[in-house]
């Protein structure tokens, strides 16, 4: 079956632009998360849906950083005003919740800040 | 805070050779661990996912082990290929608390493979 997917796989923008990155989930996934990774580190949290509504955004850096899943299933990730500091892989899963909670990623979003 | 620290950051073996990963993590009330390959570029893909009450699953040529007393899982690939050239990542779920559900990542062993 169809996989995670994230559009775009890569996204160059100039500092001070705006940006969305799109996570669509495996079809009745009803967890999401968003995970930042910088180069030669371990990704990082940054925000964790349970349906629709976000259920920890703890892992959020700032306010220019905000998501959505209006409808629980796909998810945008918004950044504001982007720094060169926010260049990094943009990565999503998703998983059931229950018995099998394994967070199946997609392929990232890599954004470049110039 | 978890901490999960992988050991060796790198690693070159000969094709052919078995090999161990190391992960250490520094809270042991976890709910799972999970390893996961990833290739240069690319996104996670998942290994394997290690229950607390479980103390091991394989997987084809990859088996991983878990001792949650000590903090300590490792990943032992088999008759190691050219193909399982990539970084290894080892993540952690912890039980309970606010945040329960969230991946606590290493920074990944870099495992080359030569022919």
């Known amino acids: 079956g169809a996989g995670v997917s994230q559009t775009p796989s890569n996204k160059v923008t100039e500092k001070g632009k705006y940006v969305e990155l799109r996570c669509d989930p495996i079809?009745?996934?009803?967890?999401l998360y968003w995970y930042r990774q910088s180069l030669g580190q371990g990704p990082e949290f940054l925000i964790y849906f349970q349906g629709t509504g976000a259920a920890d955004d703890s892992g959020l850096p700032n306010d220019r950083f905000f998501a959505v899943r209006p409808e629980g299933s796909v998810s945008t990730l918004k950044i504001q005003r982007t720094e060169r500091g926010d260049s990094a892989m943009y990565l999503c899963?998703?998983?059931?919740?229950?018995?099998?909670?394994?967070?199946?990623f997609g392929p990232g979003t890599r954004l470049l800040v110039l | 805070k978890q901490e999960v620290t992988q050991i060796p950051a790198a690693l070159s073996v000969p094709e052919g050779e078995n090999l161990v990963l190391n992960c250490s993590f520094t809270d042991s009330a976890i709910y799972n661990l999970q390893w996961f390959r990833q290739d240069p570029g690319k996104g996670l893909t998942s290994l394997l996912l290690?229950?607390?009450?479980?103390r091991e699953q394989t997987s084809g040529r990859l088996n991983a082990s878990l001792d949650k007393s000590s903090g300590r899982s490792t990943l032992y690939i088999a008759a190691s290929q050219p193909g399982d050239s990539a970084t290894y990542l080892c993540?952690?779920?912890?039980?309970?608390?606010?945040?329960?559900?969230?991946?606590?990542f290493g920074k990944g062993t870099l495992l080359t493979v030569n022919p």
């Open positions: 079809s009745g996934h009803t967890a």
């Open positions: 290690i229950q607390s009450s479980q």
């Open positions: 993540a952690v779920r912890l039980r309970s608390g606010g945040s329960n559900y969230k991946l606590t």
């Open positions: 899963a998703s998983s059931f919740v229950g018995s099998d909670e394994t967070q199946y």
